[in-house]
């Protein structure tokens, strides 16, 4: 039960003649003298670096926060860097004192490390809210978890979302994508905050609600997918430009300066030319050569694959990226395979496949994997029966989120104008890929043939040569199960299923 305000005198009437009532009634005073004035029109929970960041951000769009911190002196170290913003943020010490600084009803973004902890913080904070107040976990949590807790929330209450924020630290404190989750009228509680506070493009706020329950953190998870895919494309052709071509950092840094004025427009590939041409300031050397090539992953992409594979939806560009960090963190065995077999060729002809031809491969593979991306999150829409509409997804990534780039725009009017559609077949982007598939198999061959690996490139070529070809070879796969376990086929010539084949006669 939520505790209400009272007036001091009526707290102190209640002390009584047993010990245990003198305590309960001194931590009710104690409550009490901090929960006189509830002024924030929003609370956050976990400051920590995406918590602190966006309440900041909250209190410098004009709202007042509460903040409140498991540990205490990040509070007391927040509030001195949030310097002249202090006077938009209530900070807190204890939960009843956080929640009683609240405007009712009640909302209470959670922002702390996903998994156990968000179902801690929910378990503490029932008992305190009201069955109306919200909960948003804003964290990058597994959108089966969200379904899970979205569940509970209807049995047991207060009102709960889950909101996908993209775009790290900077997007937090500046303006981040936010891909909400959850009851439609409870977006309209808080949808103003969020939409003040998130990246704009062109005026328009980069946050929206996209559907139901887990929807928000469902498409957040596709979100980091697509991210992994797209940034292990761009370190392929890297590998290409420094081993195939053996140019050096500053140059490669340089080419993907020149392809972000032109339809590669993105962060990634801006943040890559800018890693490419930084130097380390103790050896002088460039930066992209002392670091160490073993990549890490929290598991968003890890989830993305899998949730391609459950809902039965080609996400292959994305497993090979996933795949990739895998590989990259088995450094002594890597060795132990160049000591065995000998480094590959790794030189290309330049004339066989250039920078020009990068840059097209490139282009090809994102529109696939933008294409499996969306893909799946349609997928999930059927069949969960969620909402979301796929023309706003990539309408709130133009800007904000890590993967935000130019092509985006074009996504969001290719899926406005037909969202079920594969991305390779509208117009715009057929004919892209058209201009840009043969140089994409050029890049996949020239590599494979001097042992530069391109998983993800090549997973993206495989990808289009299958949804272009009719008639592919899946009839040998349902000849072999047949054959092996009488799973029956379809036939070309007849309607129906359940045929099977002569193989006893063979
Ligand atoms: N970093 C990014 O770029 C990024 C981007 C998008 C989304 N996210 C997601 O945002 C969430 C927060 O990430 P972060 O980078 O801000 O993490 P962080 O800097 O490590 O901060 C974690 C916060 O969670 C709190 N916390 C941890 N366990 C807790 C528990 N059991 N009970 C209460 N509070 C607890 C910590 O409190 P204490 O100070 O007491 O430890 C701290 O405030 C995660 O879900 C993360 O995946 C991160």
Request: with cysteine; charged share 20%; glycine share 12%.
């Amino acid at each position: 039960m939520p505790i209400r305000m009272e007036t001091g005198i009526a707290a102190c009437g209640q002390v009584g003649y047993h010990r245990g009532n003198i305590f309960k009634n001194l931590r009710r005073m104690r409550f009490l003298m901090t929960s006189q004035d509830a002024v924030a029109e929003i609370g956050l929970i976990g400051l920590g670096t995406m918590g602190g960041n966006l309440a900041l951000n909250i209190a410098e769009h004009g709202f007042q926060i509460a903040v409140f911190n498991r540990t205490t002196e990040k509070t007391d170290q927040f509030m001195v860097k949030a310097g002249e913003l202090a006077d938009k943020l209530v900070p807190t010490k204890t939960l009843e004192a956080f929640v009683a600084s609240l405007k009712t009803p009640r909302a209470v973004i959670l922002m702390v490390s996903a998994g156990d902890a968000v179902d801690a913080q929910i378990d503490a904070l029932r008992s305190l809210l009201d069955p109306q107040d919200l909960i948003i976990d804003a964290g990058n949590a597994n959108y089966h978890d969200t379904n899970r807790r979205a569940a509970e929330a209807a049995e047991k209450g207060p009102r709960f979302m889950g909101i996908g924020v993209s775009g790290g630290e900077e997007g937090a404190r500046f303006g981040p994508s936010i891909m909400g989750g959850g009851a439609k009228d409870v977006w309209g509680q808080v949808g103003h905050i969020l939409e003040a506070i998130s990246a704009k493009y062109e005026g328009e706020p980069c946050a929206a609600w996209l559907g139901e329950a887990g929807a928000g953190h469902l498409v957040k998870t596709v979100h980091n997918g697509i991210e992994y895919a797209d940034m292990q494309m761009i370190a392929e052709v890297y590998g290409v430009m420094r081993d195939g071509f053996a140019m050096s950092a500053e140059e490669i840094g340089k080419v993907f300066e020149k392809w972000n004025g032109g339809i590669l427009q993105s962060y990634l590939i801006e943040i890559s030319g800018k890693v490419a041409g930084m130097a380390d300031p103790d050896s002088g050397k460039p930066m992209l050569d002392i670091i160490l090539d073993r990549a890490g992953q929290k598991g968003t992409g890890r989830w993305t694959a899998i949730e391609g594979l459950m809902l039965g939806t080609p996400a292959s560009a994305i497993e090979a990226a996933v795949a990739v960090r895998n590989m990259s963190s088995r450094l002594d065995e890597r060795k132990a395979g160049e000591a065995e077999f000998g480094p590959a060729p790794r030189k290309m002809d330049r004339e066989a496949a250039s920078v020009d031809a990068l840059e097209a491969a490139l282009v090809a593979g994102k529109i696939v994997c933008y294409a499996q991306g969306f893909g799946l999150i349609l997928e999930a829409a059927k069949q969960y029966g969620w909402a979301m509409p796929l023309p706003e997804i990539a309408r709130i990534w133009r800007n904000g989120c890590i993967i935000r780039s130019a092509m985006l725009n074009d996504m969001s009017s290719a899926l406005a104008d037909n969202a079920e559609r594969n991305l390779m077949l509208a117009p715009f982007f057929s004919a892209k890929l058209k201009e840009t598939e043969a140089s994409l198999r050029q890049v996949v061959a020239q590599a494979a043939l001097n042992g530069l690996p391109v998983p993800a490139l090549s997973a993206a070529l495989s990808y289009f040569d299958i949804m272009r070809t009719a008639r592919s070879t899946a009839n040998m796969l349902q000849g072999q199960r047949d054959f092996f376990g009488a799973h029956g086929f379809e036939r070309t010539d007849k309607d129906g299923g359940g045929f099977h084949g002569p193989w006893a006669m063979g």
